[in-house]
Structures are given as structure tokens and as C-alpha cells.
């Protein structure tokens, strides 16, 4: 076979497989927020519908459909996606599940005693109204209770905003592991503690070949129940490896093995002057 022709057929199959979704986000542009790994196989088929990747251009996820919700979302953060669109509040079903699959919705958690917590967070996508209004989707979205999302959760999030207006570059990825009561009817499983693992880089586009041992890696577990909204998110930090042994996922798998050796069973108090 000429080299032409390969070329056309293999161009052909990706964008047949990505026109059947089978391969979503493979030709959509920009950033990767893989980039540190997708720490648990999650794959874009029905094979693995407890952990279905999704990708989309403001962030990357893995989806459970037994429960609801995502297992994990992961995203990049730099000053680029941050700018004056508004909060668009339009939560909704996710139309890119697989069409037979049942979507939450948020009228799902009416009564359900939890707020529709964001994972990648509203307030981290607001250079345009689209990339805002993805937030919005369900797939992004946890049952979180209301203390913890209003207290130490959203103090993290504005800790890793302030990093980024200093220049940082993040890479981060937030889930829930555990599970309490089902609400909407067993429609959704909430998860009975919440997690975020935060890398921060120095500068914009040294890349993750950057990461070496002494890079600040900022990782937290918090429960998820109402009770201590006055904490701070100081309070919740943990090691890396504490969150791989709890949640069996393998984080920060991009990096060399023997840089993970070194920064995963740190705790970093994120007071740390840099
Ligand atoms: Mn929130
Ligand atoms: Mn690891």
C-alpha cells in the first residue's frame, strides 16, 4: 500500500470512529487534560460503563452509570481559561452519554438534602460562555453536602485560582470515592468522601516533563456531610498515596515512576512558600 493511501484510510477510520463517538474528543483541539494520566483505564466504550471516558475541550472525565455521577473529572488550569463570562447556571443532562443510557438531571436532586456540587468548578471557566456553560453539564456534577462544597471545597478552589493569577500552571483531578444512601429513587449514589490532587507548575507551558520531586503536589479528602463548614481546606490534606490505596486509581501515571516514588507520599500543608 502507498503511503497516501494509508494515510487516507487511517484519517478515514479516526474519523469514522469519532463520527460514531467512539472516539470523542480525538480531533477536537487545544488542551489535554490527561495530561498527567487516566488514572483508572477508563475507555469511551459501552464496555466499561462504570467508567466511561468522556472528553470534552473544558475538561476530561470518567463516568459511572451505575451511580450518577463521575467518578473523576480532570482538568487543566491556567490564566487563559479565565476571563469575565458570567456564571451561566444552566444545569442539564449530558447529550453526549451514550444514547440509550439513562441521564440524570438536575431537578434529580431537588429534595435530596445535597447541593449539585461542580467538580471542574464554575468559577475556572469563564473565558467565554461556552466553556463556562459546559461546567453545567450533569456528568460534572457530584451530590455534595451543602458545608462542605460552601466551606473548605470552595476555599480550595479559590487557593488554586490565586496560584494561577501568580502565573501557576495546574493540573488537577477531583472525585468522590465511598458511597452513602441513593437519592432520585437510587437514580444517583452520592460518594462519601471527596478528593482533589492539585500539581502545580511554576510557569505556563513548561509542560509535565517539568515535574520533578520537588514540585508542589497539593492533595485533599474530605467527608462529605454537613457538620464543620468553618474548616479549613488545610485541614483535609493528605498523601497522594493515601488516595491511590483508597480509591484503587494509580494518579500521576505520566510521570516517571521514580518521581512518583517521591512526591506521592508527601503531604503538602499548602501553606508552603514557593
Ligand atoms: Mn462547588
Ligand atoms: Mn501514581
Avoid at 473548605?152 to 494561577?164: I, K, N, S, Y
Avoid at 468522590?176 to 511554576?202: C, F, Q
Wanted: hydrophobic content about 35%; aromatic content about 8%.
Amino acid at each position: 500500500m502507498r503511503k497516501w493511501q494509508r494515510f487516507v484510510i487511517s484519517f478515514g477510520l479516526i474519523a469514522f470512529l469519532t463520527g460514531c463517538g467512539l472516539l470523542p474528543g480525538v480531533l477536537s483541539p487545544g488542551v489535554n487534560h490527561l495530561a498527567l494520566g487516566n488514572p483508572s483505564d477508563a475507555t469511551p466504550t459501552g464496555l466499561t460503563p462504570n467508567n466511561y471516558l468522556m472528553t470534552k475541550p473544558q475538561y476530561a472525565l470518567s463516568y459511572n452509570r451505575t451511580r450518577g455521577i463521575p467518578n473523576w473529572v480532570s482538568w487543566q488550569l491556567d490564566q487563559g481559561w479565565l476571563g469575565e463570562a458570567e456564571r451561566q447556571d444552566d444545569f442539564r443532562p449530558d447529550p453526549s452519554l451514550p444514547e440509550k443510557w439513562e441521564r440524570v438531571t438536575p431537578t434529580d436532586y431537588r429534595r435530596s438534602g445535597y447541593d449539585r456540587g461542580h467538580l471542574t468548578p464554575s468559577a475556572d471557566r469563564t473565558n467565554t460562555v461556552t466553556n463556562n456553560s459546559a461546567t453545567f453539564l450533569m456528568t460534572n456534577i457530584i451530590p455534595q453536602a451543602a458545608d462542605v462544597n460552601r466551606g473548605p471545597w470552595v476555599d480550595l478552589e479559590q487557593h488554586c485560582r490565586e496560584l494561577v493569577d501568580q502565573g501557576k500552571q495546574l493540573f488537577i483531578i477531583a472525585g468522590g470515592y465511598g458511597k452513602k444512601s441513593a437519592i432520585a429513587k437510587g437514580k444517583i449514589i452520592p460518594p462519601n468522601r471527596v478528593w482533589k490532587i492539585v500539581v502545580v507548575l511554576d510557569a505556563v507551558d513548561q509542560g509535565i516533563d517539568s515535574i520533578n520531586a520537588q514540585t508542589q503536589v497539593i492533595a485533599v479528602d474530605m467527608p462529605n456531610q454537613n457538620g464543620d463548614s468553618d474548616a479549613s481546606w488545610t485541614e483535609y490534606t493528605v498523601s497522594v498515596d493515601s488516595l491511590e490505596r483508597k480509591t484503587g486509581y494509580d494518579f500521576l501515571r505520566k510521570v516517571p515512576k521514580s518521581i512518583q516514588d517521591s512526591i506521592e507520599p508527601q503531604v503538602d500543608s499548602g501553606t508552603r512558600q514557593r
